[in-house]
């Protein structure tokens, strides 16, 4: 007791260090940065199986067992190996935001502490989704060794498109944290299985992470449905940074700018829905 | 002291301010805090009772930030609420009713990392810290994670928590509810301590003991509205005549004649100031039987009303259950406010 009347309540203000807003802002905004480190580094291990369980498979029955039956065409490994960096990202990064915020939003109210500290309260949005775009992004990586480890001889990516490689690795975390924010804020926690499929699925298998999306030209219906999927550009945008030249023409992929611009436009404008609905549930 | 208080013109001197303070959630029909206004001086322990829904609640989450108002403003050491939502976060800190404890965290860090929010240097949030924790008897567990922690320390967990960048002022939504006696007595002593240390503390309760206990001043709410404010001596003096007899009787029957012709042969006696009957079929009394009654009458000596009040009973037809003389109360000024039905 004695340490705390050293320390005195009554001098309140006496801590509040400094009057710029912006730096106590910044302060809140690296701490609650810390806090999710401190969590994710302590379930390092679970987040890395949950993260990496399914494209684990993925990569050795669609990269492995399918070429080796004689299924899928020999290169097809390296078509996928894209599709599935990007995939992984994004479900690591959108289950780093949407779970928590469910659960959050619906009854546990543990984000409350964060909405009461001095920083505008979308910065609190802000930074779920830079740390679930952090996790999305190493969730991305490990997928290189796991799929060097895999795929033997059909791991092949080419080396000279690095810089934009890292810049896909890290819009694709983006996207798929932003996409988590808009799910998180607008999923009821009674409705939370219902509506993992009726999102995830579709999300899942419009995304051209199987298939590059030139080769569905055939089907037009469905190569215009996958336009509306943000999957869709970090999928090819990955594909355009790793798969290999063909008999010395690049592989065929939507245009690389064009991937940029709307991956782009669609890190910004589910961000901006995802904060509406964010400040909507908590400010009333 | 109240008066001076409530007359609008100390806004700057006021730890919290309330001017007209109106709150319309969309959909809803009625306001649900309808024009309420009130000042807490520094270092004030202030009590907002109310039954459920009286607007409690949300008259806290405007003040927390939480709430935007519909009309009208509030402030917070003298910083508005709605124009500078982060200059009121730094003043203030709260306990609500249920815990919202960061489940991930270990309950050391749960204090640290609050701190750290509010840009509280390591060393001092770490010292503050184990501080606290010692001063709540928490100490010894501190490395657990909160699931295996009981209501009572989670509770004295969270105040540790607002303590933790020590704010100007307290905000305690039901502290004690759901309780043991024990955690209930501790929390009482913590929380005058804190105010004796300066911190001004706004709680809202239904326990009438413990705003009796705690409180320099007391609104009650009703309906969005502050039906009274004012200390808990001065409160008790409202019950009108000062006292209380209650009677519960049964009537021959259910229908409303016998409760009429009785209401007006109490009302008509010497010394009544106020004749309450209600139906003892609904409430805790719901096993009485169809007839049952519950009789108030409040008056100077209630005591002298017992021999004619059990005498217009027994002449309307009914018979006298047990009966009894209340000492004034502030559930008796609660329940003579708001009245007796069930929310």
């Known amino acids: ?284 | 002291m109240p008066d001076e208080l409530s007359n609008g013109n100390s806004l700057e001197h006021s730890a919290i301010a309330v001017r007209g303070l109106v709150k319309r959630y969309s959909k809803a029909k009625v306001n649900a805090v309808d024009g309420v206004s009130f000042d807490v001086a520094p270092g004030e322990i202030f009590g907002l009772l109310g039954p459920n829904g009286a607007g409690k609640t949300t008259t806290i989450g405007v003040l927390t930030t939480a709430i935007v108002p519909t009309e009208g403003s509030a402030s917070i050491m003298a910083v508005d609420v709605a124009r500078d939502p982060i200059g009121v976060k730094r003043h203030i800190a709260v306990v609500p009713q249920q815990s919202n404890l960061d489940r991930s965290l270990k309950v050391r860090e749960i204090l640290t990392f609050h701190a750290a929010y509010h840009g509280v240097s390591r060393k001092t949030r770490e010292a503050l810290a184990d501080g606290l924790l010692a001063e709540l008897g928490l100490g010894e567990r501190k490395n657990e994670k909160v699931n295996r922690y009981s209501g009572g320390m989670a509770q004295r967990l969270m105040i540790a928590r607002a303590l933790m960048h020590e704010p100007s002022v307290l905000f305690l939504d039901e502290p004690t509810n759901n309780l043991d006696p024990q955690s209930r007595l501790f929390l009482w002593e913590r929380i005058r301590e804190m105010n004796a240390r300066g911190l001004t503390i706004l709680l809202t309760t239904h326990d009438m003991d413990e705003a009796d206990r705690l409180c320099g001043r007391i609104a009650v709410m009703d309906h969005g509205k502050i039906l009274v404010n004012d200390t808990p001596a001065e409160l008790k003096k409202r019950i009108p005549g000062g006292t209380v007899l209650e009677i519960h009787a049964v009537a021959p029957s259910a229908d409303g004649g016998v409760r009429e012709t009785l209401h007006a042969a109490l009302e008509a006696l010497p010394g009544t100031a106020k004749v309450e009957i209600t139906n003892g079929n609904s409430g805790p009394d719901a096993s009485a039987g169809p007839g049952a009654l519950n009789i108030r009458v409040y008056g100077v000596a209630a005591n002298a009303l017992i021999g004619p009040a059990a005498q217009a009973v027994f002449s309307s037809g009914a018979q006298v259950r047990d009966l009894s003389v209340k000492q004034p109360s502030l559930e008796e000024v609660f329940i003579f406010l708001t009245g007796r039905h069930l929310r």
């Open chain 1, 1 to 284: 007791m004695s340490d705390l009347t050293s320390t005195g309540l009554a001098g309140a203000a006496r801590l509040h260090r400094g009057d710029n807003r912006t730096i106590t802002a910044l302060q809140a905004f690296f701490a609650m940065f810390r806090r999710d480190l401190t969590v994710t580094r302590r379930e390092f291990v679970q987040f890395l199986l949950q993260a990496l369980m399914q494209p684990l498979f993925f990569l050795f029955i669609f990269g492995k067992v399918l070429p080796g039956i004689g299924l899928a065409a020999g290169n097809f490994a390296a078509l996928m190996l894209p599709g599935i960096v990007a995939l992984t990202g994004m479900i690591a990064a959108m289950q780093g935001v949407t779970l928590p915020l469910v659960l959050d939003l619906g009854f546990a109210r543990e984000i409350d502490d964060r909405l009461l500290s001095p920083l505008p309260v979308w910065w609190v949005a802000l930074e779920k989704v830079i740390f679930g775009a952090m996790r999305g992004a190493i969730a991305s990586s490990v997928i290189f060794p796991l799929g060097w480890l895999i795929l033997g001889n059909g791991f092949a990516v080419r080396g000279d498109r690095i810089p934009y490689l890292i810049g896909m690795v890290l819009l694709t975390g983006l996207v798929g944290s932003a996409i988590g924010l808009l799910m998180g804020t607008i999923i009821k926690p009674d409705q939370i299985s219902l509506m993992f499929t009726l999102l995830f699925t579709p999300l899942l298998f419009t995304g051209c992470t199987y298939y590059p999306w030139g080769a569905l030209r055939n089907i037009r219906w469905f190569q215009i449905l996958t336009l509306f999927n943000p999957l869709t550009y970090a999928s090819e945008g990955l594909r355009y940074s790793m798969a290999p030249p063909v008999q010395g023409h690049d592989f065929p992929t939507i245009s690389i700018a064009w991937t940029l611009i709307l991956l782009s436009v669609s890190i910004v404008a589910m961000f901006a829905l995802g904060t509406r609905t964010f400040l909507r549930r908590v400010i009333t």
